[in-house]
C-alpha cells in the first residue's frame, strides 16, 4: 500500500504508547513525570498528514537521475558522440538507480486519528488503507 497525504487509514495494530509528556511550548528537554499509558485499539482510524521517505539516495543515485534528466531535455541537440558518452555513463549508474527503486523504503507518516489524536513519525507499516 502507497501512503499518500489524504489518504484514509486505519491501525492495523494495536498501539500502546507510554513514557514522559511535555505540554506544547515547554522546554522538552526539562525531564517531566510520566503521564501514564495510553492504549489505541487496532482498527482506529484516520487520515494521512505528512509522509517521509527514509530511503537515502546515495552518489550514484542522484547522478543517474541528473544525468537522465539531462539526457531527458537535451539529448536530442547534443553532438552524437557527446550523447553516446553520456549513454554510457547513465547505463553504468543504473544498477544503483535500479536497487534504489527496488528498495523497501521505510515510509514515516504523520496521521490524525478520528478521535483527535495524531501520530507523529510513526512507521507506516502500522497503517492499512481504509
Known amino acids: 500500500m502507497t501512503l499518500t497525504v489524504g489518504r484514509r487509514v486505519r491501525l492495523a495494530v494495536e498501539l500502546a504508547l507510554t513514557g514522559q ?30 509522509v517521509a521517505d527514509d530511503r537515502r539516495e546515495s552518489e550514484e543515485v542522484r547522478e543517474y537521475a541528473r544525468l537522465a534528466s539531462l539526457l531527458d531535455s537535451f539529448g536530442h541537440q ?14 553504468s549508474l543504473e544498477p544503483a538507480w535500479t536497487a534504489y527503486q527496488e528498495a523497501e523504503a521505510p515510509v514515516r507518516v504523520r496521521v490524525r486519528l478520528d478521535n483527535g489524536f495524531v501520530l507523529r513519525d510513526t512507521a507506516g507499516h502500522v497503517f492499512t488503507a481504509v
Open 78 to 91: 547534443m553532438p552524437p558522440a557527446s550523447r553516446a558518452q553520456l549513454e554510457e555513463r547513465i547505463a
Open 21 to 50: 509528556a511535555a505540554p506544547v511550548g515547554e522546554d522538552p528537554a526539562e525531564p517531566a513525570a510520566p503521564v501514564g499509558f495510553l492504549a489505541l485499539p487496532a482498527g482506529t482510524e484516520g487520515t494521512v498528514e505528512e
